[in-house]
């Protein structure tokens, strides 16, 4: 089952990409702090692991990349990662530092041992089910991993969450900007410009994390923590609306999809 080759089960990297995984991270963060604040967080949390088994197994169940199964399966990942991760601090009380470094620890381990058994970290070669393994537990782990130093940079080390989110999009910016240098200087085709893009591209990935949350946080938490009042419920709301559409938008165009 695991050599079983299947079709490409991951969108094209391209700029809808982006913007819809922001929006999921976003999401993502507003749904999970709602949902524990409105219901039992036990049972908040329950929700969370139901959806996310849900999803999964709706992803896997398919032969081959379907937008909204697909971008279903990271919202799913978004709120069942932050709480995850919430679970620890709040629920434990492990600090966001310890619980930082923890969840990379986790990340590094499944890179390497998915590196050392398919010779390759690209998403580009999402075509067997070992690799979809991989692939999955690698975005779960980077979820985690977001939401506690998105929570660590604004609450730790005090920076709040406006400053926060800017923060981490001018990482985002320099990695970007250091990628498309590398693609002028060393060419499409060298080797370590192929290794760059799958470096640039998974470390965007676990930045688009605290970033999407950070600003979610600014908009729906009340202004005396730094947010702009909202409310966790609406920014949640108004979030999913716009998924709705660009998910909708995915599915007729199929941009992100080979032709």
Known sequence: M?????????????????????????????TSDYLVHVINPVFAVILGFIGFVIAMMLQ????????WVY???????AIFG??????????????????????????????????????????????TTRRELFYWATVLATFALGTAVGDMTAVTMHLGYLSSGIMFTAFIAIITIGHYLMKGILGMEHKHFSRNAVFA????????????ASFADWMG?????????FGDGLV?????????????????TKIDRKN
């Open 236 to 252: 949640a709301f108004c979030l999913t609306i716009l998924i709705v559409c660009f998910i909708y938008y995915l599915t007729v």
């Open 221 to 229: 938490k009340a202004r005396g923590f730094g947010g702009l009042g």
């Open 60 to 67: 896997f169940s398919t032969r081959r990349y379907v937008a």
């Open 71 to 77: 971008w279903l399966t990271v919202v799913m990942v």
């Open 201 to 212: 591209f998974w470390f965007a990935y676990i930045l688009t994390r605290p970033l999407g």
């Open 2 to 30: 695991n050599k079983q080759k299947l079709m490409q089960k991951v969108p094209e990297i391209t700029i809808y990409f982006w913007i819809v995984k922001i929006l999921t991270t976003a999401m993502g963060e507003s």
């Open 82 to 127: 932050t709480m995850a991760a919430d679970v620890l601090h709040i629920g434990l009380g492990i600090p966001y530092i310890v619980s930082s470094i923890s969840f990379a620890v986790i990340l590094a381990i499944i890179f390497f041992i998915w590196y050392a058994s398919e010779k390759t970290l690209s998403i580009h070669s999402i075509n």
